[in-house]
């Protein structure tokens, strides 16, 4: 993150494509493991509208969107952000280290199942609406598998909304990042960096 006085840039992973989740309880209560399969959200990115936005999923605390401030894009490494938000509560809880991670929700479009040999069941997601990202403070845990569902008002699609635990590093905008530890990620994925 760069903190500004007027604003806070955040960038870093939404989510890692292609890596199993921790455990998630369906709609029925049943346990299941979970994967995103790579391009599944390029292709949610590239159909929608708009993306917004949040704070801890809660559309009251709409931060901005693809329209506005917000970049999202795919990459070998999974979904990444970009934003820079000017709320002033987001930039205190920035200064102060209150930013846990990020979580989106999406409704799903396409998945497949398999078996593992755990005795749960592997569900991966190909295809999605990518419908939001949010940034997670300090009143929620941000951990794959703090998972929630909630039913949209017709009725027909269920949002579901997912978290993955990341450390949060704050500099100052004089300070040089290093990204030496993503850089190393991607040559280990085969990518370039």
Request: with cysteine; hydrophobic share 35%.
């Amino acid at each position: 993150m760069e903190i500004r006085e007027q604003s806070v840039t955040i960038d870093g992973y939404v989510n890692a494509v292609a890596r199993d989740s921790r455990p998630i309880r369906d709609r029925s209560g049943e346990q299941f493991i979970e994967q995103i399969v790579p391009g599944a959200f390029e292709r949610a990115i590239s159909r929608a509208d708009e993306i917004k936005i949040l704070l801890n999923h809660d559309y009251s605390r709409e931060l901005g969107s693809t329209k506005t401030n917000l970049q999202l894009f795919e990459d070998n490494i999974g979904l990444r952000a970009i934003a820079e938000i000017t709320d002033a509560e987001v930039i205190e809880k920035a200064k102060k280290g209150e930013l846990r991670g990020w979580s989106f929700g999406f409704i799903e479009r396409a998945a497949k199942e398999e078996d593992t040999d755990s005795g749960l069941k592997r569900r991966f997601v190909e295809d999605m609406d990518l419908k939001e990202v949010s940034i997670i403070d300090n009143r929620k845990i941000p951990c794959y598998a703090s998972t929630s569902i909630e039913m949209r008002a017709d009725g027909n699609e269920v949002l579901e909304v997912r978290t993955l635990e990341t450390k949060v590093i704050s500099s100052e905008q004089k300070e040089k990042v290093d990204y030496s530890k993503y850089e190393a990620t991607i040559r280990r994925l085969g990518g370039k960096s």
